[in-house]
T-cell receptor, first 114, second 113 residues
Framework: AQTVTQSQPEMSVQEAETVTLSCTYDTSESDYYLFWYKQPPSRQMILVIRQEAYKQQNATENRFSVNFQKAAKSFSLKISDSQLGDAAMYFCAYRSATGNQFYFGTGTSLTVIP | EAGVTQSPTHLIKTRGQQATLRCSPISGHTSVYWYQQALGLGLQFLLWYDEGEERNRGNFPPRFSGRQFPNYSSELNVNALELEDSALYLC????????????FGPGTRLTVL
């Protein structure tokens, strides 16, 4: 079974600074999808960004970007110009290209310091 | 377009009782997933339904069960409640296409006393 590991239970960042959240995964598949989800204190999980494994170009969504290293099975999230509203729990997730099940990491709690 | 909805928002039960949680997926989505998020823990996969059938289940005892209705809405039942069942239960839906992400509902907070 695929596993997703987030080794940073908690992170903090100064407002306007940049922070990187780490995620590694274990799979024997060559084609898959990776996601970062955000869960603010209001608890509704929302999609932040996604990456297709067959694409070499790293995905970017405004202030959010990923560093996808397929050989290293690493998928980190970079948040630039951090804002107070970025404070949340962030989950990394994996989905096979051939299956529907998602695998989630244990999450990283991000605090943004004013 | 309406998002994933869940009811009730909060549910308080006593040990040994049964709990029923409901989820309505986004229109057009055929897959429904259930997750348990206990305090301080990540998302633990519970169940996956698609086209009315249970496709997969996580490492949970049989007292966790559910079903999916013809309109693709879903119900999660937890029998013989235990204190450790207290958690946020999240429902998510997706189309049955591997390129698509999951869309989550706001969750049901179950408290077992």
């Amino acid at each position: 079974a695929q596993t997703v590991t987030q080794s940073q239970p908690e992170m903090s960042v100064q407002e306007a600074e940049t922070v990187t959240l780490s995620c590694t995964y274990d799979t024997s598949e060559s084609d898959y999808y990776l996601f970062w989800y955000k869960q603010p204190p209001s608890r509704q999980m929302i999609l932040v960004i996604r990456q297709e494994a067959y694409k070499q170009q790293n995905a970017t969504e405004n202030r959010f970007s990923v560093n996808f290293q397929k050989a290293a099975k690493s998928f980190s999230l970079k948040i630039s110009d951090s804002q107070l509203g970025d404070a949340a729990m962030y989950f990394c997730a994996y989905r096979s290209a051939t299956g529907n099940q998602f695998y989630f990491g244990t999450g990283t709690s991000l605090t943004v310091i004013p | 377009e309406a998002g994933v909805t869940q009811s009730p928002t909060h549910l308080i039960k006593t040990r040994g009782q049964q709990a029923t949680l409901r989820c309505s997926p986004i229109s057009g989505h055929t897959s429904v997933y259930w997750y348990q998020q206990a305090l301080g823990l990540g998302l633990q996969f519970l169940l996956w339904y698609d086209e009315g059938e249970e496709r997969n289940r996580g490492n949970f005892p049989p007292r966790f069960s559910g079903r999916q209705f013809p309109n693709y809405s879903s119900e999660l039942n937890v029998n013989a409640l235990e204190l450790e069942d207290s958690a946020l239960y999240l429902c998510a839906s997706s189309p049955f296409r591997p390129t698509d992400t999951q869309y989550f509902g706001p969750g049901t907070r179950l408290t077992v006393l």
